[in-house]
């Protein structure tokens, strides 16, 4: 995957540059110790142009990820999504995956930071075609303890335990993992939050052991608009493989149907669940085509 070419600009600390003559220092808490916060963000090519979907979210959860790391977030958010835009523009890019990244400077000790960088770096994404079932496995690495870190916050460090489970994952010949929480429940998948449908009810595990995404706030409230009964509760491994289906959602993910937990296949064909529905319903979303639809 090239990120970026020689035409390529990146937004650093205020300024326009050019990716591959952007630097960075080597002796950086962020590098050494994972300190730093970040957010996924997707640019869709709407009928109304090019559109951040839930800009202002992910830059406020950026900057809640920030205050819960100690790491300074001076930035105006309306000004963040307006460089953002300016951003997609000067790459030419329309449907896009945007990377910002809050970073910071060099420091050996192990303190907060005083200071910080923002980058926000942007790259081609094409148009979602649908993709095939997930088959998933139930890691043996669990998601970090709340108790040992703020879960809530998309820090970088945290993304180790997410390699370490989709390695394994992948080694066994899964596509995906999915991790439990300290005490066993479902948490999330490495990176995307999980839902399931028993009964024709959602269910979907609570806040507290697992990143707040934006997906899955979006989907809660599609839901709403659409009469789905959606349940927030924990939910053990059994409760998982014994659902009529099941589906991970996250920004870049979007809404991805599962085939199958460890060796245990859903009963429910795809196209005809909840989550195929919720599928087809976010996507007319995110490309702004909801009223578009019903007006031709
Ligand atoms: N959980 C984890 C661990 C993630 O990395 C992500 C992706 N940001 C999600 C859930 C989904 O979050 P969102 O819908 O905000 O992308």
Redesign the pocket.
């Known amino acids: 995957m090239q990120y970026y070419d020689s035409n390529t600009f990146l937004y650093l600390n205020g300024k326009f540059s050019k990716a591959a003559d952007a630097k960075t220092d080597l002796y950086g808490q962020s590098l050494h110790y994972g300190y730093a916060v970040f957010e ?1 963000i997707r640019a869709y090519n709407t009928h109304n142009g090019t559109r951040v979907f839930k800009a202002k979210e992910h830059y406020e959860r950026l900057k809640r990820s920030a205050e819960l790391m100690h790491i300074p977030f001076p930035y105006n958010i309306n000004e963040l999504i307006k460089q953002t835009y300016k951003l997609l523009e000067k790459n030419n890019l329309k449907d896009a995956y945007i990377r910002p990244l809050v970073f910071c400077p060099p420091h050996m000790s192990l303190v907060a930071a005083t200071e910080a960088s923002i980058l926000i770096c942007a790259w081609d994404w094409g148009t979602y075609l649908g993709s095939s079932l997930q088959k998933v496995c139930i890691s043996s690495y669990q998601r970090p303890n709340p108790k040992s870190t703020h879960v809530e916050a ?1 820090a970088s460090g945290h993304y180790v335990n ?1 390699i370490l489970a989709t390695t394994e994952a992948k080694s066994k010949g899964y596509d995906e993992a999915i991790l439990l929480d300290m005490h066993n429940n479902i948490a ?6 999980v839902f399931m449908e028993k009964g024709g009810k959602l269910y979907t595990p609570p806040l507290g052991n ?2 707040p ?4 706030a979006t989907i809660i409230k599609l839901c709403k608009t659409l009469d789905i009964e959606c349940i927030e509760k924990h939910l053990s491994v059994d409760d998982l493989k014994s659902a009529d289906s099941a589906f991970l ?4 993910a979007e809404i991805a149907g599962i085939a199958s937990v460890d060796e245990v296949s859903f009963p429910a064909v795809w196209t005809e669940t909840l989550g195929a529905t919720l599928q087809r319903t976010y996507k007319a979303l995110v490309l702004e085509k909801q009223n578009y639809e019903v007006i031709i």
């Open positions: 996924g998309k997410s999330e998948a490495s990176g995307a939050n697992i990143l995404g934006i997906t899955r959602c996250g920004t870049a």
